[in-house]
């Protein structure tokens, strides 16, 4: 299997050199030549297989013969290392929980399969990769969580000042070993634009092999797929049409379900459920997509304002308007929509939602369910990571995991940096 960038000025590459580069060189997003469906039987057995054996088959043509099958599915078992439960709230609501892995959300499933997957291929090299990544709230610590220890593998993330949860923040700057943290004095957006200008700057790349794990990277980005054929698994007794309610900021993951549905997943919808950054949902309204700057909100790891990932959703359509519309909708709801929601769905189903989890639950009820079918929200993380918000809207205090109790006491650590030129600086001189 090889990769083509989406900008076509770039040559194909495998697997191994899409991880490694990140983005390709003419600055487009690599995606898979060709994707092939699964076998039918696949899907109609699927109820007797492993998680391992269906995570192999789902993963293994986008990796080819460059990890070969035993390592791969050593690395599977590993990154698949806990559950992913579908838990219904009503007859026609479930929720799918993508938050029991190490950093409670959803980003540790790519985080770590990539940490393993440039592990596997560095481990005969002796030149350091620089692992540079740009978080609006979770992917830091899943990344820095992912790859804590791989050896020959630094992590440097930015993050924005004030705009990521205190736990966000501790799961970040706690860890150090190979993990820097380097707060920006700005938004997501500036720190994914400084990223981006590294990328760019021959003075960096001449001395230091840079690659990124956003949900660009196709290592981070594709074994999000698993959630969705993961689900079909639980719920397929139920015979009936499945419609999923993804919360998306970069639609990293949104689009990892489509990839499914072009393995043959039976999938009947997907809702792009999003905050107050609404870029694709008045793209789906007028054709045009005009990115605007990030603004605020409390589900704050989706506080995007030009979704990377959405040129791929629309190759996945082949640029199609009217295939794309058909299977795809886009919904946005601001704060107090969503304070509102997590109320409801507490009241109504005893069930605590995280703030990104309560605007896809409201997307699936903005999209009117038939009879004869399933509505699935992702809950993309834990509500402690949010504390203060869910405690304040439904007067309980929430008991702190494990997962998160480790982090509490430990001292952050950063690297406080207001401009380009401070990156620049602690790169070259790190
Ligand atoms: C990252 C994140 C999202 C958005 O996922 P994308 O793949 O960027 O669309 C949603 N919810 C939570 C909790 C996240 O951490």
């Known amino acids: 299997m090889n990769y083509y960038s989406l900008k076509h000025k770039a040559p194909t590459v495998s697997f191994s050199e899409a991880v490694v580069k990140g983005l390709a060189p003419d600055r487009g997003l690599y995606f898979p030549e060709k994707i092939t469906p699964l076998d039918k039987n696949f899907f109609a057995t699927i109820e007797g297989k492993s998680k391992l054996e269906i995570a192999y088959e789902c993963i293994r043509q986008f990796v080819g013969n460059k990890i070969p099958p035993a390592q791969l599915k050593e690395i599977l078992e590993d990154v698949l290392s806990f559950d992913f439960p579908v838990v219904p709230i009503s007859d026609t609501i479930s929720t799918l929980e993508l938050f029991h892995g190490p950093t409670m959300a959803f980003k540790d499933v790519g985080a770590r399969f990539m940490a393993r997957c440039l592990g596997y291929f560095n481990q005969h090299n002796n030149k350091e990769v620089t692992v540079l990544v740009a978080t609006s709230g979770d992917t830091g610590g899943a990344v820095a969580k992912g790859f804590l220890g791989v050896p020959g593998v630094n992590v440097v993330i930015l993050y924005p000042d004030g705009k990521v949860s205190e736990i966000q923040e501790r799961q970040l700057t706690t860890l150090g070993q190979n993990i820097k943290a380097l707060k920006v004095q700005g938004t997501f957006d500036d720190c ?239």
Not at 343 to 368: S, T
Request: aromatic content about 12%.
């Open 192 to 430: 994914q634009a400084m990223v981006k200008k590294a990328f760019l700057d021959t003075d960096i790349t001449a001395t230091k092999k840079l690659t990124s794990a956003n949900s660009i990277n196709v290592a981070r980005w594709l074994p999000q797929l698993l959630y969705f054929v993961f689900a079909y698994q639980q719920v397929k007794a139920q015979e009936k049409e499945l419609v999923f309610s993804v919360p998306s900021g970069n639609f990293g993951n949104i689009c990892a379900g489509i990839v499914a549905y072009k393995l043959g997943l039976p999938i009947d919808h997907f809702i792009a459920s999003v905050n107050s950054n609404d870029t694709v949902v008045r793209y789906m309204n007028s054709k045009k997509y005009e990115p605007k700057p990030s603004v605020a909100t409390i589900s704050n790891a989706m506080d995007v304002g030009d979704p990377s990932n959405f040129i791929r959703i629309q190759q996945l359509f082949e640029n199609n308007f009217k295939s794309l519309k058909e299977k795809f909708s886009a919904f946005s709801y601001d704060d107090v929509a969503t304070r509102k929601a997590i109320i409801e769905i507490y009241k109504n189903y005893v069930y605590i939602a995280d703030p990104h989890g309560a605007v896809g639950y409201l997307g699936l009820k903005e999209f009117g369910l038939k009879s004869n079918q399933l509505g699935i929200f992702l809950e993309t993380a834990h509500p402690i990571k949010f504390r203060p918000t869910v405690e304040e809207a439904l007067q309980v205090t929430l008991p702190i995991p494990d997962q998160i109790k480790g982090v509490l006491d430990k001292d952050k650590k950063f690297v406080s940096i207001t401009n380009y030129e401070d990156l620049k600086a602690d790169l070259l001189a790190g």
